[in-house]
């Protein structure tokens, strides 16, 4: 049975953890801002869908070490005191949790940038942030998830990228395509059915998530 008063607390865990060593979200902001100025620069007079698909392209690629390390930079010592303190599921039910407050974070500080160095193209703002959430909630959940494969080995700040990026590719495109009908007030009108599929998708990645990291918690 899942406490969620220690869901919560090992959330806080985590958030005193990273407020202790700020370096990975430091250098991913600045990652992110360097990035947004660069591509204003490349880019004076960018179009919409231009803005659309590098902001896509800055948060992915920019994120991917900071959600990652949730297990990647985890020791034994420390799989197996979480093994005494939690249940796998709480484990990793935070872990989740925690990993969807960075990516909610990091996309609203990349649209922040964004939108200082090259302004706001988006009509429909509001549910472009709806997708954004969606979006970066499961590619957060698959990013957890496989740093916990990859902590397993002895290459982990190598395979949680690689080991990722296939499996992120089909929420990336559903995201793009959806994200560009907020450029749209004609197509705006279809972003339900878009929400709707990015909802599945991220159930499905969490329920499999879940299932799957029973027995990884158990090697």
């Keep these: 049975m899942i406490r969620f008063q220690k869901v919560q607390r090992l959330v806080q865990i985590e ?10 979200i430091g250098s991913v902001i600045l990652q992110l801002g360097v990035t947004a100025m660069l591509s204003m620069l490349s880019q004076p007079r960018i179009t919409g869908s231009i803005w659309n698909t590098l902001f896509w392209i800055t948060l992915i690629l920019g994120t991917i070490t900071a959600i990652s390390k949730n297990f990647t930079l985890v020791s034994k010592g420390r799989w197996l005191y979480w093994n005494q303190l939690s249940s796998p599921l709480e484990t990793l039910i935070s ?3 925690y990993g969807w407050i960075n990516m909610i974070a990091m996309s609203l500080i990349n649209l922040l940038f964004f939108a200082w160095f090259m302004g706001i ?3 429909y703002i509001g549910n472009y942030y709806i997708l954004l959430i969606l979006t970066t909630g499961g590619i957060s959940t698959v ?8 902590s397993k080995t002895g290459n982990s700040g190598f ?9 992120i590719m089909p929420l990336i495109l559903v995201g793009i395509k959806a994200s560009r009908k907020t450029l749209n007030p004609v197509l705006v009108s279809s972003l339900n059915k878009d929400l709707m599929l990015l909802g599945a998708l991220d159930l499905m ?5 879940a299932v799957l990291f029973q027995a990884l918690w158990k090697d």
Excluded: Q
């Excluded at 958030?15 to 060593?21: G, T």
């Excluded at 990013?143 to 990859?150: D, R």
């Design 15 to 24: 958030i005193a953890l990273d407020y202790r060593k700020p370096s990975v």
């Design 95 to 97: 872990k989740m949790i």
């Design 121 to 123: 193209p988006i009509i």
């Design 143 to 150: 990013y957890t998830f496989i740093g916990a494969i990859a």
């Design 159 to 167: 395979l949680a990228p690689v080991l990722s990026l296939p499996l």
């Design 205 to 209: 990645i969490i329920i499999l998530s």
